[in-house]
């Protein structure tokens, strides 16, 4: 099947996905308020992506206003 306008879905940037994803395991409990998600390496190692991919996965997250950032602390699930 071909793309027209009506059934065309754009391609989404991975750190879209990355973002959804996180945000689905704090929705289901995984990572409960208060919590620390894991490292940035961690989540490198884990998404397979570099740390810029990672960094702007947080930074929508926060935006959203699910994840704060203590500097020098690590990333908290919001409370």
């Known amino acids: 099947m071909l793309p027209t306008e009506e059934?065309?879905?754009?391609?989404?940037?991975?750190?879209?996905?990355?973002?959804d994803d996180l945000a689905e395991?704090?929705?289901?409990?995984?990572?409960?308020?208060?919590s620390k998600l894991p490292s940035r390496r961690e989540l490198i190692e884990h998404y397979g992506v570099t740390e810029?991919?990672?960094?702007?996965?947080m930074?929508?997250?926060r935006i959203k206003g699910m994840t704060e950032t203590l500097?020098?602390?690590?990333?908290?699930?919001?409370?």
């Open 52 to 57: 810029p991919v990672i960094d702007r996965a």
């Open 25 to 34: 395991r704090i929705a289901s409990g995984e990572f409960q308020s208060g």
């Open 7 to 19: 059934n065309h879905v754009p391609p989404r940037y991975r750190y879209e996905q990355i973002a």
């Open 71 to 79: 500097p020098g602390v690590g990333v908290f699930v919001a409370e």
């Open 59 to 61: 930074q929508v997250l």
